[in-house]
Nanobody, 123 residues
Framework: QVQLVESGGGLVQAGGSLRLSCAAS????????MGWFRQAPGKEREFVAS????????FYADSMKGRFTISRDNAKNTVYLQMNSLKPEDTAVYYC????????????????WGQGTQVTVSS
């Protein structure tokens, strides 16, 4: 059974930074692409970023480019999301997910999901 556990969320002031982590267990982490999604109150869940199994290819939603960085450490079975220059509109629950195959921006292409970690950005 695959388990994904996010951590690193919290309360931060606008302009600040946070680093989210997602620890995976249950199958060969290094064989699968990973993604981060987020869901703000009253809104649908949206794609944030994704990374290939090797870490050599990364993809971002337009609004996160230049501010967020996704990375992974296959030796630690962990994927990260470094978030800089945070804005109040980044407030959301952030989820990591393991892809069925290629790590696209579509939720349906992800087989396993974590429980999420809350990020709150104050103005």
């Amino acid at each position: 059974q695959v388990q994904l556990v996010e951590s690193g969320g919290g309360l931060v002031q606008a302009g600040g930074s946070l680093r989210l982590s997602c620890a995976a267990s249950g199958r060969t982490f290094s064989s699968y692409g990973m993604g981060w999604f987020r869901q703000a109150p009253g809104k649908e869940r949206e794609f944030v970023a994704s990374i290939s199994w090797s870490g050599t290819m990364t993809f971002y939603a337009d609004s996160m480019k230049g501010r967020f960085t996704i990375s992974r450490d296959n030796a630690k079975n962990t994927v990260y999301l470094q978030m800089n220059s945070l804005k109040p509109e980044d407030t959301a629950v952030y989820y990591c997910a393991e892809a069925r195959g290629w790590p696209t921006g579509r939720e349906a292409d992800y087989a396993y999901w974590g429980q999420g970690t809350q990020v709150t950005v104050s103005s």
